[in-house]
């Protein structure tokens, strides 16, 4: 009794483990999902650093680095939209000042 007990808690905990990184990602799927990429990068960055402990895993790591790359790519598309609306309506103001 006491060993089914111990290795039930034993399998408990190692399943958790191997859930946590499905945990951050699905997390991150959702704040991508609602825009907040910051965060989805964040999350998405600390579940490929548990994948990274696990050697077992390298199909959920390869889709957590895609998805850094196309996160990472559209926040810096979107740095750059806002600086070209800055320096356009910077351009207007000085057109309409001259």
């Not at 111990?6 to 991508?32: D, H, Q, T, W």
């Amino acid at each position: 009794m006491i060993a089914v007990i111990i290795a039930s808690i034993i399998s408990s905990l190692f399943l958790k483990k191997r859930n946590l990184p499905v945990e951050l990602f699905v997390e991150g799927l959702k704040y991508e999902n609602s825009g907040h990429f910051e965060e989805a990068i964040i999350n998405y960055e600390n579940a490929l650093d548990v994948v990274k402990k696990n050697r077992f895993q390298s199909n959920m790591k390869n889709k957590i680095i895609q998805k850094l790359k196309v996160l990472n790519t559209i926040i810096e598309y979107k740095k750059s939209l806002l600086f070209t609306r800055r320096i356009t309506t910077i351009d207007k103001v000085v057109e309409k000042t001259a």
